[in-house]
């Protein structure tokens, strides 16, 4: 038997797509949301040393530290050019900067 993804939110989880609009479970209540409204909610998925990386800068529990932290080691690999080879590494900052923000991630 296969397990469904489970897929997260920041008001829940997700219960199911039906015509164009998404169901989220938020305890009691559903609520819809449009797809847009849906990409704006939904926590960024992270790969195992995202996740690592994810739960050290958020050991302390303070998102602006975590963001600074974050940032201030973004800043440094953009001032030497040759620690940064390509983009996936900026993309992999900017997943890491929205699941702090939104306060969590699906893996």
Known sequence: MKKEVEIKTTIGELVGYFDGFYLIDKGEEGTWLTEE???TVRLPELN???VR???ILMRKGDKVEALTTLMHDV???DEDP???PCETIKEHHY???EAIIKGGYND
Do not use: S
């Open 37 to 39: 409204e849906f990409e």
């Open 48 to 50: 195992p040393i995202e």
């Open 53 to 55: 990386q994810y739960e």
């Open 75 to 77: 800043v440094c690999l």
């Open 82 to 84: 040759e620690v940064l």
């Open 95 to 97: 997943r890491l900067a």
